[in-house]
């Protein structure tokens, strides 16, 4: 078993509790009673597979409070994407200009914008979506 492996299974049974005779357990993410996620080693990554609504991978580890690269055995982000990070007050500014504007849409769905603000939502929305990516332990 991968020290990945072992991570997941501690968090699995501190969240959702000890898994059945087969070593399956509760999912966590749609939170049924059933035992119906299974998880195991694969070649590159910890397997995780929910039999009964085929839940999200990204979305069970949410709710163990983990994220995708914390299932890879190498979980080392490129040094391409590990710039993507943002720092906080770039990430807060970014979401700030995306939320004002669709709010100003959401008030006047004809508002015109000029080239300099859509240059800076332009920016804004692919700075957040390569954060995001890198945070979950994408890579492109
Ligand atoms: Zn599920």
Redesign the pocket.
């Known amino acids: 078993m991968t020290i990945q492996y072992e991570n997941l299974k501690a968090a699995l049974i501190r969240v959702t509790g000890e898994p059945d005779k087969r070593g399956r357990f509760k ?6 009673d059933d035992y ?2 299974a998880i195991r080693d694969s070649d590159k990554k910890v397997q995780i597979t ?1 039999f ?4 999200d991978g990204v ?2 580890l949410a709710s163990l409070d983990m994220k995708l690269s914390d299932i890879y055995y190498d979980n080392k982000l490129s040094k391409k994407t590990a710039n993507w990070i943002l720092p906080p007050d770039r990430l807060a500014r970014n979401k700030s200009i995306i939320a004002i504007n669709a709010i100003m849409l959401q008030h006047n769905p004809n508002h015109l914008f000029s080239d300099q603000d859509l240059r800076a939502i332009c920016k804004a929305k692919t700075e957040l979506e390569q954060h995001y990516l890198a945070s979950y332990g994408g890579e492109i």
């Open positions: 999912c966590p993410s749609h939170g049924g119906n996620l929910c009964s609504h085929k839940c979305d069970i």
